[in-house]
Antibody
Framework: QVQLVQSGAELKEPGASVKVSCKPS????????MHWVRQAPGQGPEWLGR????????NYAQKFRGRVTMTRDTSITTEYMELSSLRSDDTAVYYC?????????????WGQGTLVTVSS | QSVLTQPPSVSGAPGQRVTISCTGS?????????VHWYQQLPGTAPKLLIY???HRPSGVPDRFSASKSGTSASLAITGLQAEDEADYYC???????????FGGGTKLTVL
C-alpha cells in the first residue's frame, strides 16, 4: 500500500525542539522529494521545505531557515523534520507530503499528520 | 496571512454548481506557475484534487474542474453532493519566496 506513516503526537515546552518522522512505503523512496507542510488550527497549510532523498539536499522556506532541519536515513527509508526554539505559534499539525522528482510541483500523497502542541 | 487569497466560505444546495476563487500575484500565479487544488475532509490530511491547473488525478470525479487566468484560478464543482462538504485549498509556487504557497482555504457547505 502506497502511504506515508508519521510519528505520533508531541507535547513540547516553549524553547524545546521536536523531531517528527515520516516513513514512506509502497513506492520507490528515491523517486520523490519529501516536503513538510504544517497547518495551524483553522489556518491554511504552510510549506516548511523539502529534501531530496537521493542527495539529502534541502530547501527551506525563508521563514524557517535557522530553525528547521530536514534529514533522511536511507538505511531505514525514513525522513525527519526537526524544528527548534519552539513557540506557542508553532502549535500545528505537521504533514509530510511527496512530489515527483521530475516535476516537483504538486503533492500527490500526504502523511496522516502529527500534532505538535507547544505549551508550558 | 496566506499568500494566495480564497473566500472563507461558499455554499450551495445539492445538485447546484459552486466556484471557489484563488487570487495570487505577479510572483506566483501571475508569473505562470501552475495552480493545484486540494480537498480536506474534517480530521484528515489534504488530498490532491486538481494538478497542473486543470488535470484531475485518477479517481477524482469529473464534477470537479478548474481553470486559471492571469493572477487568479478557480475551482468549479457541479452536481453538488453532501460528501463534497470540506475545506478546499489552492497551491502554487512563489518565486520571491522560493517555495510553495497555499491559500487560506474555503469551507464548502452543502445546504
Amino acid at each position: 500500500q502506497v502511504q506515508l506513516v508519521q510519528s505520533g503526537a508531541e507535547l513540547k515546552e516553549p524553547g524545546a525542539s521536536v523531531k517528527v518522522s515520516c516513513k514512506p512505503s509502497g513506492y520507490i523512496f528515491t523517486g520523490y522529494y519529501m516536503h513538510w507542510v504544517r497547518q495551524a488550527p483553522g489556518q491554511g497549510p504552510e510549506w516548511l521545505g523539502r529534501i531530496n532523498p537521493n542527495s539529502g539536499a534541502t530547501n527551506y522556506a525563508q521563514k524557517f531557515r535557522g530553525r528547521v532541519t530536514m534529514t533522511r536515513d536511507t538505511s531505514i527509508t525514513t525522513e525527519y523534520m526537526e524544528l527548534s526554539s519552539l513557540r506557542s505559534d508553532d502549535t500545528a499539525v505537521y504533514y509530510c507530503a511527496r512530489s515527483e522528482l521530475r516535476h516537483d510541483r504538486w503533492f500527490d500523497l500526504w502523511g496522516q499528520g502529527t500534532l505538535v502542541t507547544v505549551s508550558s | 496571512q496566506s499568500v494566495l487569497t480564497q473566500p472563507p466560505s461558499v455554499s450551495g444546495a445539492p445538485g447546484q454548481r459552486v466556484t471557489i476563487s484563488c487570487t495570487g500575484s505577479s510572483s506566483n500565479i501571475g508569473a505562470g506557475y501552475e495552480v493545484h487544488w486540494y480537498q480536506q475532509l474534517p480530521g484528515t490530511a489534504p488530498k490532491l484534487l486538481i494538478y497542473g491547473n486543470i488535470h484531475r488525478p485518477s479517481g477524482v470525479p469529473d464534477r470537479f474542474s478548474a481553470s486559471k487566468s492571469g493572477t487568479s484560478a478557480s475551482l468549479a464543482i457541479t452536481g453538488l453532493q453532501a460528501e463534497d462538504e470540506a475545506d478546499y485549498y489552492c497551491q502554487s509556487y512563489d518565486n520571491s519566496l522560493s517555495g510553495s504557497v497555499f491559500g487560506g482555504g474555503t469551507k464548502l457547505t452543502v445546504l
